[in-house]
């Protein structure tokens, strides 16, 4: 019997493509994708699909016990950028969502959990370079707020209910399968959606703002290690750092024109300006890399790379 697998938040930027990936390994019947919405075309033919509202415990529990679900990938969330505009409801969903799963893990009707966290849970009084895995947080967005209590909600299910848990702390992630929702590094993938089509973006954070970035491969090879690893290796049960780039708009736009060398960058910061400046601009993972081996494969020149490949295979 394979073991059947549950992603909540499939259609979304990150869900789509662990969907797609999970039902490569473990066979397409083997992993259901579940959202609130309807997803890409791909992600919808290529396996089962289910709508539901992460926010459903019976809808959630439902779906769980019809598919003998033992394990969860919970990937619904709202990102920092809407959860500012929408304070309670980004609260609501991040949170209710993240203790129907918790709890089901508690009363042993799945066996794992997979939760993301953020590099969202630094604050302003975080050390910015080389952030280390503990450290001060005092995020101040909705979203970071709720990824750190959330964080804490994990070890604490961990430690007293043996539930196995496990998470890591996104930086912003750039793919081109699917469009990013909502979040302060969005700008790096509008860039170069915006770039091959009209050869020019206007980025609404500042040309020297440097963030901790990483290409969506990367990001689902740290999401399907860390769930492969052996429970004893994984000694972090709140969420790991997880790193594999930093750069600024500047250079991310010095890397488009090796591609379009007449590409025009201007430069008009918003309120998500705010919310970049609280964040690490380096982060170190040195736990994640000792404990469960993550190791990184791609750097900017080759996600730049990927990411012409990419759209441009789209557009034809
Ligand atoms: C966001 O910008 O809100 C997200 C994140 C870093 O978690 N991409």
């Known amino acids: 019997m394979p073991t059947n697998i549950l992603v909540i938040g499939a259609s979304g930027q990150i ?5 797609l990936k999970l039902r490569e390994l473990h066979g397409n019947a083997a992993v259901i994708a579940s959202d609130i919405r309807e997803g890409s ?4 033919s290529s396996g089962p699909f289910e709508i539901a509202n992460a ?22 969330a709202m990102l920092s950028a809407t959860g500012e505009k929408v304070p309670m409801k980004a609260w609501a969903l991040n949170m209710d969502s993240l203790f129907n799963v918790l709890n089901l893990a508690k009363d042993k009707k799945i066996k794992k959990v997979f939760w993301p966290s953020s590099i969202a849970v630094f604050g302003p009084s975080t050390p910015k370079e080389q952030t280390p895995q503990t450290t001060v947080m005092e995020p101040t967005t909705v979203y970071g707020i709720s990824k750190q209590t959330g964080e804490r909600w994990c070890s604490y299910y961990h430690k007293k209910y043996g539930v196995d848990v496990r998470s890591i702390r996104y930086p912003g992630i750039i793919s081109y399968k699917t ?9 790096a993938v509008e860039i170069f959606h915006e770039a091959m089509q009209n050869g020019k973006y206007t980025s609404f954070l500042s040309e020297e703002t440097e963030l901790p970035m990483m290409f969506m491969d990367d990001a689902i090879k740290a999401t399907i290690d860390i769930m492969d690893a052996p429970s004893e290796a994984i000694k972090v049960r709140s969420s790991y750092n997880l790193s594999a780039m930093s750069f600024t708009p500047k250079i991310l736009a010095e890397e488009v024109k090796r591609h379009l060398p007449e590409f025009e960058m201007n430069y008009e ?3 998500r300006q705010d919310i970049a400046d609280t964040w690490p601009s380096s982060i170190d993972d040195a736990e994640a890399r000792a404990d469960w081996n993550w190791s990184h494969n791609f750097n900017i020149s080759e996600l730049t790379d990927a990411m012409f490949t990419g759209i441009k295979s789209q557009l034809v």
């Open 179 to 187: 469009l990013p929702g909502g979040g302060t590094t969005d700008y």
């Open 269 to 271: 910061p918003d309120f």
């Open 15 to 19: 869900g789509t493509e662990l969907t």
């Open 55 to 76: 926010m459903d415990f019976d809808a959630i529990e439902k779906l769980v016990g019809h598919y003998n679900i033992e394990v969860v990938y919970l990937m619904a």
């Open 41 to 44: 075309e791909e992600l919808m």
